[in-house]
């Protein structure tokens, strides 16, 4: 499998070009879950350092210019102590690793790191609402092109996934594992019909074909449910919950 070599090669020219400077080597997303698909899933991969000056950074360069070449989103750089003390403003983002990662090289440094829940709630409210500005954003760029916009739409989708898998976190929920099972729950939680989100999956992940889809159509119900989410978790986490 192609992915499989591609991860084997890198954490190969990453030992090589930093020895013992390399804690950890962790592949996380949907590549570290039964999600994953090849046409459309990233490889995203953290490293875990001991240092990170610039010397450092200068050995990384070819490893990290070699993975990109392959088409590959570029491996976050954190040092141990880096890694835990943005736990905080990065909760969003560690809770997801901590829930779903895989160690292709070193010690499981995510076993150990304490993501503090204090923020996590302003910073669900914050990237709900970033994202539903820029879903706006894009589409106003190409409105009548339906090509456009069902890309817009296929790209977007894990990212507000993932952001409605938070939000069933921040309203106290233990959300479902699955992309579609988060979607689902949330709609359940806050009276939303999520098919519009089935249908993008289905294209996504070839099940549908896009000519037999209305873009704009879709793209209309797409942006009413985001709006109406981000709306919605605004008023719902305006106020902290009683136990707090």
């Known amino acids: 499998m192609k992915a499989e070599q591609d991860l084997t090669d890198l954490v190969t020219r990453l030992k090589k070009v930093a020895g013992g400077n390399l804690l950890s080597v962790i ?144 309203l106290g929920d233990n959300p479902p594992p699955t992309k579609r099972g988060a979607v689902d729950r949330l709609g359940s939680v806050l009276g939303f019909d999520p098919s519009p989100f089935h249908t993008i999956f289905e294209i996504r992940e070839g099940h549908k074909r896009e000519r037999d889809v209305d873009a704009q159509a879709i793209f209309d119900a797409y942006l009413d449910r985001v709006s109406q989410v981000a709306t919605e978790m605004d008023r719902r986490l305006a106020t902290p919950p009683a136990n707090e």
């Open 27 to 170: 592949l996380y997303g949907s590549a570290a879950t039964e999600e994953f698909h090849p046409s459309h899933s990233d490889l995203n991969v953290l490293c875990v350092m001991r240092s990170l000056g610039r010397d450092d950074l200068t050995k990384l360069h070819p490893a990290s210019v070699w993975w990109a070449k392959k088409g590959h989103p570029a491996p976050l750089f954190f040092t141990h102590s880096e890694l835990h003390d943005s736990a905080d403003i990065f909760a969003i983002e560690l809770l997801d690793i901590k829930a779903a990662h895989r160690i292709l090289h070193g010690e499981d440094v995510m076993v150990s790191l304490h993501v503090p829940m204090d923020l996590h709630r302003l910073h669900v409210e914050r990237e709900l609402r970033n994202n539903a500005l820029r879903l706006r954003q894009r589409y106003v760029m190409h409105p009548a092109d339906s090509r456009k916009t069902l890309e817009l739409m296929t790209s977007s989708i894990s990212t507000f996934a993932a952001l409605f898998r938070h939000a069933l976190i921040a």
